[in-house]
Protein backbone atom coordinates (compact mmCIF):
# COMPACT_ATOMS: atom_id res chain seq x y z
CA UNK A 1 0.00 0.00 0.00
CA UNK A 2 2.83 2.15 0.90
CA UNK A 3 4.62 1.30 -2.20
CA UNK A 4 1.02 2.51 -4.54
CA UNK A 5 1.19 6.12 -2.24
CA UNK A 6 4.52 6.58 -3.20
CA UNK A 7 3.50 5.91 -6.71
CA UNK A 8 0.33 8.21 -6.77
CA UNK A 9 3.02 11.16 -5.47
CA UNK A 10 5.32 10.57 -8.45
CA UNK A 11 3.20 10.49 -10.57
CA UNK A 12 1.44 13.54 -9.70
CA UNK A 13 4.81 15.71 -9.43
CA UNK A 14 5.64 14.47 -12.89
CA UNK A 15 2.46 15.45 -14.31
CA UNK A 16 2.23 19.24 -12.66
CA UNK A 17 6.19 19.28 -13.81
CA UNK A 18 5.11 18.36 -17.65
CA UNK A 19 2.13 20.74 -17.53
CA UNK A 20 2.40 23.92 -20.45
CA UNK A 21 0.72 26.76 -19.01
CA UNK A 22 0.48 27.46 -23.00
CA UNK A 23 2.82 30.65 -23.07
CA UNK A 24 6.16 30.71 -24.29
CA UNK A 25 8.09 31.74 -21.11
CA UNK A 26 11.80 32.56 -23.32
CA UNK A 27 11.56 35.65 -24.47
CA UNK A 28 11.98 35.78 -28.41
CA UNK A 29 14.91 37.68 -29.85
CA UNK A 30 14.57 39.81 -33.31
CA UNK A 31 18.19 39.45 -34.96
CA UNK A 32 18.77 42.47 -36.78
CA UNK A 33 19.41 42.54 -40.33
CA UNK A 34 22.89 44.34 -39.54
CA UNK A 35 25.19 44.87 -36.53
CA UNK A 36 25.39 48.14 -35.17
CA UNK A 37 28.29 50.42 -34.81
CA UNK A 38 28.12 52.63 -32.11
CA UNK A 39 31.07 55.05 -32.56
CA UNK A 40 31.57 57.20 -29.60
CA UNK A 41 33.38 60.04 -30.62
CA UNK A 42 33.90 63.83 -29.25
CA UNK A 43 34.68 67.18 -31.04
CA UNK A 44 37.93 68.01 -31.73
CA UNK A 45 39.50 64.43 -31.35
CA UNK A 46 42.33 63.56 -33.71
CA UNK A 47 42.18 59.71 -32.83
CA UNK A 48 38.48 59.93 -34.19
CA UNK A 49 39.01 61.75 -37.38
CA UNK A 50 41.89 59.28 -38.25
CA UNK A 51 39.90 56.15 -37.63
CA UNK A 52 36.66 57.87 -39.39
CA UNK A 53 39.44 58.42 -42.41
CA UNK A 54 40.25 54.84 -42.44
CA UNK A 55 36.92 53.75 -41.62
CA UNK A 56 36.48 55.63 -45.42
CA UNK A 57 39.06 53.48 -47.20
CA UNK A 58 37.48 50.94 -49.81
CA UNK A 59 37.72 47.90 -47.82
CA UNK A 60 36.27 49.09 -44.57
CA UNK A 61 33.69 51.32 -45.87
CA UNK A 62 32.49 48.31 -47.96
CA UNK A 63 31.97 45.98 -44.77
CA UNK A 64 30.64 49.13 -43.37
CA UNK A 65 28.11 49.86 -45.74
CA UNK A 66 26.58 46.35 -46.51
CA UNK A 67 26.89 44.77 -42.80
CA UNK A 68 26.52 47.39 -40.05
CA UNK A 69 24.40 50.16 -39.03
CA UNK A 70 26.70 53.35 -37.88
CA UNK A 71 25.45 54.99 -35.00
CA UNK A 72 27.47 58.11 -33.58
CA UNK A 73 26.95 59.25 -30.10
CA UNK A 74 29.29 61.87 -28.69
CA UNK A 75 31.25 61.17 -25.49
CA UNK A 76 28.73 61.55 -22.41
CA UNK A 77 25.82 60.70 -24.25
CA UNK A 78 24.07 58.12 -22.49
CA UNK A 79 24.77 54.81 -24.02
CA UNK A 80 22.43 52.09 -24.38
CA UNK A 81 22.16 49.68 -20.48
CA UNK A 82 24.50 47.78 -19.87
CA UNK A 83 27.55 49.15 -22.16
CA UNK A 84 30.50 49.76 -19.94
CA UNK A 85 31.25 53.67 -20.44
CA UNK A 86 34.07 54.95 -22.32
CA UNK A 87 37.62 56.11 -21.16
CA UNK A 88 37.91 58.11 -24.11
CA UNK A 89 37.40 58.72 -27.70
CA UNK A 90 37.31 56.53 -29.87
CA UNK A 91 34.95 53.74 -28.53
CA UNK A 92 33.46 51.39 -30.92
CA UNK A 93 31.02 48.74 -29.80
CA UNK A 94 29.99 46.02 -31.87
CA UNK A 95 26.43 45.27 -30.83
CA UNK A 96 23.64 42.80 -32.07
CA UNK A 97 20.00 42.09 -31.14
CA UNK A 98 18.82 43.91 -27.62
CA UNK A 99 22.27 45.96 -27.91
CA UNK A 100 24.08 42.76 -27.02
CA UNK A 101 28.28 43.22 -27.16
CA UNK A 102 29.42 41.23 -29.63
CA UNK A 103 33.29 41.65 -28.82
CA UNK A 104 35.09 43.39 -26.77
CA UNK A 105 34.65 47.33 -27.47
CA UNK A 106 37.54 48.80 -30.19
CA UNK A 107 39.12 51.82 -28.61
CA UNK A 108 41.41 54.59 -30.47
CA UNK A 109 42.55 54.93 -33.77
CA UNK A 110 43.07 51.67 -35.78
CA UNK A 111 44.97 50.78 -39.16
CA UNK A 112 42.91 49.60 -42.03
CA UNK A 113 43.91 45.76 -40.97
CA UNK A 114 43.08 46.14 -37.45
CA UNK A 115 39.62 48.01 -38.04
CA UNK A 116 38.89 45.32 -40.84
CA UNK A 117 40.27 42.33 -38.17
CA UNK A 118 37.28 44.09 -35.55
CA UNK A 119 34.81 44.15 -38.50
CA UNK A 120 34.85 40.45 -39.45
CA UNK A 121 35.59 39.08 -35.86
CA UNK A 122 32.44 40.91 -34.80
CA UNK A 123 30.72 39.39 -38.43
CA UNK A 124 31.74 35.80 -36.91
CA UNK A 125 30.44 36.49 -33.71
CA UNK A 126 27.04 37.89 -34.86
CA UNK A 127 26.79 34.00 -37.19
CA UNK A 128 27.94 32.40 -33.94
CA UNK A 129 25.44 33.88 -31.73
CA UNK A 130 22.75 34.10 -34.08
CA UNK A 131 23.06 31.36 -36.70
CA UNK A 132 22.85 33.73 -39.23
CA UNK A 133 25.31 34.74 -41.65
CA UNK A 134 25.37 37.88 -43.13
CA UNK A 135 27.83 38.03 -45.80
CA UNK A 136 25.85 34.58 -47.44
CA UNK A 137 22.84 36.29 -46.54
CA UNK A 138 23.35 39.40 -48.42
CA UNK A 139 25.16 37.52 -50.82
CA UNK A 140 22.12 35.46 -52.02
CA UNK A 141 20.14 38.83 -51.52
CA UNK A 142 22.02 40.80 -53.90
CA UNK A 143 22.20 37.44 -56.82
CA UNK A 144 18.12 37.18 -56.32
CA UNK A 145 18.25 40.29 -57.25
CA UNK A 146 20.61 40.12 -60.33
CA UNK A 147 18.31 37.39 -61.30
CA UNK A 148 15.39 39.09 -61.22
CA UNK A 149 16.87 42.20 -62.89
CA UNK A 150 18.04 40.14 -65.78
CA UNK A 151 14.77 38.61 -67.25
Known sequence: MRIFKYFIVIISIFFLASCETG?????????????????????????????????????????????????????GEKLPDGLTPPNGTPTVYFLG?????????MVGEKSEEELIEFLTDSLAEFKNSYHVDLEKKYRENNETNITHTTH
Not at 37 to 64: G, I, R
Open 97 to 105: ADNEVLVEP
Open 23 to 75: EDTKKKIIVPNKITYLFVTQPHCPSCKKLEEVMNLEKPKALLTKYFKIVKLYY
